[in-house]
């Protein structure tokens, strides 16, 4: 782990870089607050600090007040390393922001377990930190297809459809649906039929634009949102998507199985529509579709597709 020693004088902060390689830790050197500060406060900052009380230009305290003002800062535990051993002074440290308070001269084996104890906290704050967001995420994502599931989608997807709104770019919405799919359930079993939604999915991430939404809607049933783009593009991608579906056969564990898929596809009016109106416009053209056949795109209504733009 990497740790800051902010002190003015050279002896000093060479005598603490040369305890801190000895005891594991990769020390970061600077001679004054203004050099702390932007080092603490830039991209890929240590999460340990060591900071004297006394420097130019910026001192040790207000480094401390600065840090705990941004939500990069915050993160950063901090020492205090000070001649100062008043008990005001030590309050005043706390009081700033510090997160330990060592006075100079200091004992090395006790600095040392107080900066093992700084690492343990933080390496804590960084698992907590992950573990959170490892569950956000698996609240987010389907976790057959791993791609968004619906909840997700309906809160990326309203988002984005709130900005086109705002810059009048047209939004398209595909609503797909695996052909015949209860058959694959009933006569090879639920694992062939995961296998089949799994490798839908994978198909149709590989044909998709990038900042398209792909989720799985329900069931064998995916949604993609197609920001700026119009139906003659809406309709490219659908089929795009269509032919990548039955490309090749889909393998399981017994056999192989063809599979098709049928798409509704529908484009946002000039006119303000809610993501609701139009992910239901493009199920009603979904609906078409198999009704129509299946293995084939509709559209939610007549639109002349020799139009420019996708």
């Not at 000070?82 to 308070?101: C, F, H, M, Q, V």
């Not at 949102?225 to 003659?232: I, S, V």
Request: with cysteine; aromatic share 6%.
């Amino acid at each position: 782990m990497r740790v800051l020693i902010a002190d003015d004088s050279d002896v000093s902060r060479k005598l603490l870089s040369r305890l801190l390689e000895q005891w594991g830790y990769e020390p970061v050197g600077c001679a004054d607050g203004e050099e702390a500060w932007q080092i603490l406060s830039g991209p890929d900052a240590p999460k340990l600090a060591i900071l004297d009380w006394v420097m130019p230009r910026i001192d040790g305290i207000e480094v401390c007040r600065r840090l705990r003002e941004t939500e990069v800062g915050r993160q950063v535990f901090v020492y205090l390393l000070t001649a100062r051993s008043k008990p005001e002074d030590i309050l005043a440290g706390l009081e700033a922001g510090a997160n330990d308070y060592i006075i100079k001269p200091f004992n090395q084996a006790e600095l040392r377990v107080r900066l093992r104890n700084g690492r343990q906290l933080v390496e804590l704050h960084d698992e907590l930190i992950s573990a959170r967001e490892a569950l956000r995420t698996q609240a987010m994502v389907d976790p057959l297809t791993e791609v968004w599931n619906r909840r997700a989608f309906m809160d990326l997807a309203a988002k984005a459809l709130s900005r086109a709104g705002r810059i009048g770019a047209p939004t398209s919405a595909l609503m797909i649906d695996i052909d015949h799919f209860k058959r694959v359930n009933d006569e090879h079993g639920h694992a062939a039929g995961d296998v089949t939604i799994r490798a839908v999915a994978d198909r149709v991430k590989d044909v998709l634009r990038t900042g398209d939404h792909l989720a799985r809607y329900g069931g064998e049933e995916f949604v993609v949102l197609l920001p700026d783009c119009r139906a003659p593009g809406a309709y490219a991608v659908a089929e795009r998507v269509r032919r990548a579906v039955q490309r090749a056969p889909v393998t399981f564990d017994g056999g192989a199985l063809e599979v098709t898929i049928s798409v509704g596809a529908a484009t946002g009016p000039e006119s303000r529509e809610s993501l609701e109106e139009l992910v239901s416009r493009a199920d009603g053209a979904l609906y078409a579709a198999k009704n129509a056949g299946r293995n084939r795109t509709m559209l939610a209504a007549p639109i002349e597709l020799a139009d420019t733009g996708t």
